[in-house]
């Protein structure tokens, strides 16, 4: 190309220029120079004690209305966990039996609201979940406990690599804007349109019943004992690759679409022009520059789209049968279980919430102007 | 692309780019502001053929809902014993089921289940996020920041537990509460953006100056904010009305909304029950598209919506395209431009970009 030396005189020239405005050029890795993270980097890191602050009081307030929610939503209905204990022993326990019952839940009549309503935090501050009607009395976070890791492997795995994929794939389409790869576009949001469970459904009916090459439900094989062995990993693996693979097609949609409509407005920023002018590497100017900003959002939507993703991975595990805490809450509101409702509700709000902090620590960490808020 | 971008609008021939020719709309601004142009400017977001194919099939569904009656051959609940499980025919387009329903008729009497919950969960849901947003967006201070804190609560809380709770604590829950359990659960992220666009425009000034002439509160809201939160609205219009139908369908197919209101998650609930996977496909897979085409019509209006607020979002792959076809890359456009304008340029490019 012709072009070549003319740009690399003019990246000379500009970097020098951009040197020469730098208070301390000799510090600092020259190719860093004129990026956001460079400048901040300069300046140490500064704790944005605000922001954190006020992360921490929504995290808190959101705590709480959930678990006020939670609450109240059994107490605003007719029946109770107790009328629906009663009404599956079919008359067999005494009234004195009932009442004993109301004080274990939590749910005597003659306690005025407001004392419920402490005592209900009383009993979560001692990490009581109460006791699980349909799991024989058992405590309610004993089953959470049993079914959680499931769920966190399953969605996590999932989740991450879909979030992956599609960023880098969404990256890479908004770069060749107008090509080939465009169609890549109403594919994956055709694909993002389809109910998880139909989906998932389908996959059985295609590569477990019909062709055989997953299992069709279940963690693993009920004869395999579960433990740190090679048998049993690989068995895990098989049983969760049909769930994943679902999870993965469907929610990768959202990740291209938002990656791709972001590079789009990135790409006609005046730092890409600049880079570009510099005669940077296309590599370079598409991950380093265009990417890098265009992934901001990426971490936000992350945060917001957990909800949807442990809502979708709900169905997924009624479907293949997996036993995790979405079967868990399904098979509580067919039993009645109010009290294992609740705990799980809890549970995935909790899950959430954590989830999003995370999205929170990994976004200062992207975005120096989060870091400094308070400078 | 010049051409057709001609030909689409009536621009003067002498107008040499197609950008250039867009900008006939000034036209319209000459003219009295009437209801209908006001009307017609309101709408100029579907205007594009995406929003209009995702409308299309989206009215073709409407149709469907409201004339099932016509259109359904048989009785979606009717029983026929003697033809059970059979594969579609001309007698049953799209077979029948375990207990000899026909599964077209279902579908067409499905459609009405799923679009009624749909719309009324989407009207309650943006309903609420106006008012919640714009409030939420006009204000200032505390009353604020509590409204936000308030939908930034709702959108974090997973929806689909809750709604399963909720609607598990009712033996036959009626439409409407299905409908307002769903639009509770998908109103927060309509009002979040709402705010933060009436936040930008509260200190525009034509805001300004409609508070400095003492217009009364509700009388800005409405008159001259509403008209540019428009397209926001509408965008999250789209947007709830897809977490809705997936949510019914969902609910529906988990069971825990009575299965005696006909839609395609129910449909999908007695196909499971009853073993229809993998053998019996005709009454699977029908439901399961029609789920997926009516996304792809919303995901097509919001595409449209999208490009209509955002237009590098459109113009970005045609320009990169029209660039291509000069023979240039868009990815190298500062080099190419470049060296295209310099005399040194080869013979071969200037060619290629002469006829433009």
């Known amino acids: ?375 | 692309m010049t051409t057709e971008a001609r030909k689409k609008t009536t621009a003067p021939t002498g107008v040499g780019s197609p950008e250039t020719a867009w900008v006939t709309t000034v036209d319209r601004r000459e003219t009295r502001t009437t209801g209908w142009s006001q009307l017609k400017l309101s709408l100029a977001m579907f205007g594009n053929r995406k929003s209009a194919a995702g409308l299309i099939i989206m009215g073709v569904f409407v149709l469907v809902a409201i004339f099932a009656p016509l259109i359904a051959p048989y009785d979606p609940e009717t029983q026929n014993l003697k033809e059970t499980l059979q594969p579609p025919s001309f007698e049953h387009l799209l077979g029948t089921t375990h207990i000899g329903q026909d599964v077209f008729s279902q579908l067409v009497f499905g459609t009405r289940g799923v679009l009624v919950v749909g719309f009324l969960a989407t009207i309650m849901a943006t309903v609420v996020a106006v008012v919640v947003g714009v409030t939420a967006g006009y204000l200032r201070g505390w009353k604020s920041e509590s409204l936000s804190a308030l939908s930034n609560v709702f959108l974090v809380i997973p929806g689909l537990p809750l709604m399963i709770i909720v609607a598990s604590q009712f033996q036959d829950p009626p439409l409407v509460l299905i409908a307002a359990v769903l639009g509770l659960t998908g109103w927060a992220w309509g009002a979040r953006v709402l705010r933060a666009q009436t936040m930008s425009l509260r200190n525009r000034d034509f805001i300004q100056a409609a508070r400095a002439n003492g217009e009364p509160l509700f009388r800005i809201i409405l008159v001259e904010m509403l008209p540019n939160l428009l397209a926001i609205i509408a965008s999250s219009f789209v947007g709830t009305m897809t977490a809705a139908v997936l949510g019914l369908t969902t609910l529906a197919f988990i069971g825990v909304i009575p299965v005696s209101n006909l839609n395609w998650g129910t449909i999908l609930f007695w196909a499971q029950q009853n073993n229809a996977f993998p053998d019996y496909w005709w009454w699977y897979v029908p439901a399961g598209l029609c789920i997926a085409l009516l996304g792809v019509s919303l995901a097509l209006i919001n595409f449209g919506i999208d490009e209509y607020v955002n237009p590098r979002l459109r113009s970005a792959g045609e320009r990169a395209r029209a660039m291509k076809r000069k023979g240039m890359n868009v990815n190298a456009a500062v080099t190419v431009v470049r060296t295209g304008s310099a005399e040194s340029a080869p013979a071969a490019l200037r060619a290629e970009g002469a006829p433009e």
């Not at chain 1, 209305?65 to 008359?91: C, E, H, W």
């Not at chain 1, 969605?155 to 690599?161: K, L, Q, R």
């Not at chain 1, 080939?180 to 139909?198: A, E, I, M, S």
């Open chain 1, 1 to 375: 190309m012709s072009s070549e030396p003319t740009t690399s005189a003019a990246q000379t020239t500009a970097s020098q220029e951009l040197a020469a405005a730098a208070t301390d050029p000799t510090a600092i890795d020259p190719t860093l120079i004129g990026t956001t993270a460079a400048r901040s980097e300069r300046r140490g890191p500064r704790i944005p004690w605000r922001f954190i602050g006020g992360r921490v009081a929504f995290y808190a307030f959101t705590l709480w209305a959930a678990i006020t929610i939670n609450f109240f939503i059994p107490r605003l209905m007719k029946g109770d966990a107790v009328d629906a204990y009663m009404a599956r022993s079919q008359g067999q326990l005494t009234p004195d039996a009932e009442k004993a019952l109301r004080i274990l839940f939590g749910l005597d009549k003659s306690t005025p609201l407001g004392q419920q309503y402490l005592d209900y935090w009383n009993m979560l501050l001692h990490g009581n979940l109460g006791y699980s009607i349909s799991t024989g009395m058992a405590p309610v976070g004993d089953a959470i406990g049993s079914a959680l890791p499931w769920t966190i492997g399953l969605v996590g795995v999932a989740t991450v690599i879909s979030f992956v994929i599609g960023t880098l794939l969404g990256a890479v389409v908004g770069w060749r804007r107008g090509g080939k790869l465009d169609v890549f576009v109403p594919v994956t949001t055709f694909l993002g349109t389809v109910p998880y469970f139909w989906l998932g459904l389908i996959f059985i009916a295609i590569f477990s019943t019909t062709l055989g090459w997953f299992p069709a439900g279940h963690a693993y094989e009920l004869g395999v004992d579960p433990g740190w062995n090679a048998d049993f990993i690989g068995e895990v693996i098989s049983h969760a690759a049909l769930p994943v693979l679902t999870i993965v097609i469907i929610s990768l949609g959202g990740w291209v679409l938002g990656m791709r409509n972001m590079m789009l407005t990135v790409l006609d920023e005046d730092y890409i022009t600049v880079a570009q002018a510099k005669g940077l590497p296309n590599r370079r100017v598409l991950w380093r520059y265009a990417a890098r900003n265009a992934v901001l959002p990426q971490v936000q939507s992350f945060a917001l789209a957990l909800g949807f993703i442990v809502s979708g991975t709900i169905v997924m595990e009624m479907v293949f049968s997996y036993p995790g805490i979405g079967l868990l809450l399904l098979n509580a509101t067919s039993a009645h279980d109010y009290a294992l409702m609740q705990g799980v509700f809890l549970v995935l709000v909790l899950a959430v919430l954590v989830a999003n902090i995370v999205a929170d620590i990994a976004y200062a960490f992207l975005d120096p102007r989060i870091r400094q808020t308070e400078g």
